[in-house]
């Protein structure tokens, strides 16, 4: 069954950066446009961040100037860059891609930033 596959979560002081990547369990099928989403305790998931194919990029506000989405297609893979993170920015990140025209889902992966 192909799947998205997530890592790069973990602790981080405010103010710190982490990476998260985001890569397809096989290189067969190509994925679509990349979207990552995130969903802190006891809210709704919202969208982070979005690549298409092409490179198009899109953020929503919280991150913008923050964060950066990027991908590289020869290895079938999405990433975060999540600088200057902030306390609320803890939440387990999701990314999420067509694969052969279904939407897949990474498992999540938790990212905490505390002193």
């Known amino acids: 069954q192909v799947r998205l596959v997530e890592s790069g979560g973990g602790l981080v002081q405010p103010g710190g950066s982490l990476r998260l990547s985001c890569a397809a369990s096989?290189?067969?099928?190509?994925?679509?446009?990349m979207t990552w989403y995130r969903q802190a305790p006891g809210k709704e998931r919202e969208l982070v961040a979005q690549i298409t194919t092409g490179g198009t990029t899109n953020y929503s506000d919280s991150v913008k100037g923050r964060f950066t989405i990027s991908r590289d297609n020869a290895k079938n893979a999405g990433y975060l860059q999540m600088n200057s993170l902030k306390p609320e920015d803890t939440a387990v990140y999701y990314c999420?891609?067509?694969?052969?025209?279904?939407?897949?889902w990474g498992q999540g992966t938790q990212v905490t930033v505390s002193s």
């Open positions: 999420n891609a067509p694969i052969l025209g279904v939407g897949r």
């Open positions: 096989t290189n067969i099928f190509r994925i679509g446009t």
